[in-house]
């Protein structure tokens, strides 16, 4: 079945440092793949869409300075939070999109907690 | 632009009750729907989804239909238990959106015994 991972599932770091999260999908080709967050006591906010072979599009309030991504080929993405600080706390999830519905499959989430 | 609207932020039910949670979406695009529903300190994980108008699905006990004419997707399950309380979210996507969800702001269900 298809699968997606994440990692690390959680990590503390301190106010101003820089944090890099992984996303690995198994059992399907993950043409694309979407970053999200979820802060404390909110929604989740779509980061990014990084689709192989095209540019990465940021959401508004988003950007690359911050959050760079690599999404190098079909299975794997990464995302850096740089420069982090207490409103970057949160779950920060990583989708792909599976057949038919654009339904996404989800990781277990990195959850994110600054100093 | 896209959006998703969930009414209720909490709702308190007392277990065997049945429960209604409302969405409702705009888009201009042929929709998905989506219910996602996250436990504490999960990642969410999806419930139903549908494409089709006023077609029921179900899944755990949860149902809901799509109703495009009132642009709804309200999430039901007749007899709540206590395993039900988790958050809810309902989740729009269409063909157009390139793969993105757009969720709303999630309902905390709390199921007492």
């Known amino acids: 079945g298809a699968l997606v991972y994440q990692y690390p599932r959680r990590t503390i770091c301190k106010s101003g440092t820089s944090m890099r999260m992984e996303c690995q999908a198994v059992?399907?080709?993950?043409?694309?793949v979407a970053w999200y967050r979820q802060s404390p006591q909110k929604t989740f906010e779509l980061i990014a869409l990084?689709?192989?072979?095209?540019?990465?599009?940021?959401e508004q309030n988003f950007t690359q300075e911050k959050f760079p991504i690599s999404h190098p080929n079909l299975s794997f993405s990464s995302m850096t939070v740089l420069n982090a600080y207490l409103e970057d706390r949160g779950l920060y999830l990583c989708?792909?999109?599976?057949?038919?519905?654009?339904?996404?499959?989800f990781g277990p989430g990195t959850r994110l907690t600054v100093l | 632009g896209d959006s998703v609207t969930q009414t209720e932020g909490l709702v308190t039910l007392t277990k065997g009750l049945p429960v209604m949670l409302n969405c409702t979406y705009q888009t201009t695009y042929s929709p998905f729907l989506f219910w996602y529903v996250q436990h504490l300190n999960e990642a969410p994980k999806l419930l139903l989804k549908s494409s089709t108008d006023n077609k029921r699905t179900e899944h755990q006990g949860f149902y809901a239909t799509l109703h495009k004419s009132s642009s709804s997707f309200h999430l039901q399950k007749s007899s709540v238990q206590l395993s039900d309380s988790a958050l809810y979210f309902c989740a729009l996507s269409h063909g157009s959106s390139g793969n993105k969800l757009i969720f709303g702001i999630g309902t905390l269900l709390s199921v007492k015994p």
């Open positions: 059992g399907f080709q993950a043409t694309s």
């Open positions: 990084s689709t192989v072979n095209s540019a990465i599009k940021y």
């Open positions: 989708g792909a999109p599976g057949q038919g519905y654009a339904e996404q499959f």
